[in-house]
């Protein structure tokens, strides 16, 4: 899989401009320059031509203002995590220290996820949603595993506190502000203060492109973007070399560390890899890292394809691990190879079967966390509301229901429950953005992906299966022809075949053997 036409266009407009701006180290905290098409709307807006101008004086004033704000913010966020953490008296687990490993001779294995706080705080538990049985299965073989928590989803105060306090119980683990040094603190502060210096000069050397180009587009998408938060990145890149530091440490007949870590190719994972191979400048030990890229994308995120340019500069993983055979790249000098679909085990004991009388109960409204990829599906399908089939409707949990209300009809049921047990009581799935789509073909409702004449549409389904499995749609009165179409397909004799062979190329299961080898922790 690559990006094609415009979109492949954009991407190695990208990929040039970061060849060069990637060897500057403030650089690597700029968000747009990831390829994640939510930052300035970049992607969207060169595929449609949108009209491009030039930002004002008082528009610059307003994006400073937000840079101080965002900045200060995050920094203060840190700070209380640091402060919680020494209240909760949570101390690095015994694993990472050196005299410990000399004894027990286990190998680390670090696992680099999120933890999404008001969850943890909500639940009052701790549960793995990135790379669940990782842990599980690096122990029975041997490894020390050690959890490397994100902080991720709220800045509130007391949900910190609540998710801290959980996750210091849950078992060995270490977050960002363990590893940050007394020193990186002022090193935060003075990157606050050089990167809007460093991405000046980078807007200032696009200038000489022409409008309509894609480096014009994304010079447009960095000026727009200026007033984000650019000390995530610069965090993660000091914690990384303080971590590669504190692994180099580590005796060498220890048979070393690695390290396992949630990918999708933005900036928390290039300032990651940067970090490590400073460290590794530094000691001569390398430590060797494994990319999960174990997730259902489209190929219009463009940051999820591999840029060799990137990979020169040492921001790409040892080896990436890909959910299926069609999410291996086409082109690539990189390592990639198919791994277990850790999050996706249930969808190996639980695919529906059925005939096309399946198709009477309700339709499932499924909306993502983009918001235009949310107001899209809502507009077309509210129509349906008056039709004879129940429609229900399922948020993401990212999302607020009531942020989109204009959208809804009056009295919309509102589907609670777990998503497996959503798309198991319906008859079909209308949707777009979002992978769970390709969960809901697998576990056999036939799903109607929602297309954007003209436009940009995030389809997460692949061509393989389109019309037998699944269908586009584009107005309300398209959904009752392409369930016809997709009810007559299922009666058929090749229907079971062909939804097994969807499923093959998109997942891979998650036996422990799988785990173990695919991780190299055997």
């Not at 983009?370 to 993401?396: C, I, N, Q, S």
């Amino acid at each position: 899989m690559r990006p094609a036409g415009k979109a492949g266009e954009l991407f190695r407009a990208f990929s040039r401009i970061n060849a060069s701006a990637f060897q500057d180290d403030r650089l690597l905290s700029c968000p747009t320059l990831s390829k994640a098409p939510n930052y300035g709307n970049v992607l969207r807006r060169f595929l449609t031509g949108a009209p491009q101008g030039q930002a004002g004086r008082g528009f610059l004033l307003r994006a400073a203002a937000r840079y101080a704000a965002a900045n200060v913010l995050h920094l203060g966020f840190m700070l209380l995590a640091r402060l919680f953490i020494a209240v909760l008296r949570w101390k690095a687990p015994a694993s990472l220290g050196a005299e410990s490993l000399r004894r027990s001779g286990a190998p680390l294995a670090v696992i680099d996820t999120f933890a999404v706080l008001p969850k943890i705080a909500k639940d009052g538990a701790y549960t793995e949603l990135y790379l669940p049985g990782l842990a599980e299965e690096a122990r029975r073989a041997g490894h020390a595993p050690v959890m490397l928590y994100r902080l991720y989803g709220s800045r509130n105060p007391l949900t910190l506190w609540k998710a801290l306090s959980v996750l210091k119980n849950a078992g060995d683990g270490i977050t960002e502000a363990h590893l940050l040094a007394a020193g990186d603190w002022a090193r935060l502060f003075a990157h606050t203060v050089l990167y809007p210096v460093a991405l000046w000069r980078l807007v200032r050397s696009l200038t000489h492109f022409a409008s309509g180009t894609p480096e014009s587009y994304i010079r447009e998408a960095l000026v727009h973007t200026a007033g984000q938060c650019a000390l995530l990145g610069e965090s993660r890149r000091l914690a990384a070399f303080r971590l590669g530091m504190w692994l180099s440490a580590l005796p060498r007949d220890a048979r070393g560390a690695r390290l396992f870590s949630w990918y999708e190719n933005q900036t928390l994972n290039k300032a990651l890899q940067r970090g490590l191979a400073q460290a590794e400048d530094r000691t001569g030990r390398h430590v060797p890292v494994a990319g999960a890229q174990l997730f259902i994308w489209p190929d219009t995120l463009l940051n999820n394809h591999p840029d060799d340019a990137e990979a020169a500069l040492g921001l790409a993983p040892d080896i990436v691990l890909v959910n299926g055979p069609f999410f291996l790249p086409e082109e690539s000098k990189r390592n990639y190879a198919v791994g277990p679909s850790l999050r996706y085990a249930d969808l190996f004991s639980r695919m529906r079967r059925g005939d096309a009388s399946a198709l009477d109960g309700p339709l499932l409204v499924l909306l993502s966390y983009h918001p235009d990829e949310v107001r899209k599906v809502l507009e077309l399908a509210l129509p349906l509301a008056g039709e004879a089939r129940e429609v229900v409707y399922k948020f993401h949990p990212a999302t607020r229901p009531e942020d989109f209300a204009a959208w809804l009809p009056s009295g919309a049921k509102l589907a609670g429950g777990s998503l497996a047990a959503c798309i198991e009581s319906c008859g079909a799935v209308l949707g777009s953005g979002s992978g769970s789509l390709a969960e809901a073909a697998v576990l056999g409702a036939p799903v109607l992906q929602v297309e954007e004449p003209g436009g940009l549409s995030l389809n997460y389904l692949p061509e393989f299966g389109e019309n037998e499995i699944w269908a586009r749609v584009s107005r309300a009165a398209d959904v009752t022809k392409a369930l016809d179409r997709l009810g007559a397909f299922r009666s058929g004799p090749e229907y079971e075949a062909r939804l097994e062979a969807f499923r093959s190329l998109l997942f891979t299961e998650p036996t422990p053997e799988r785990i173990r080898g695919d991780f190299g922790l055997e």
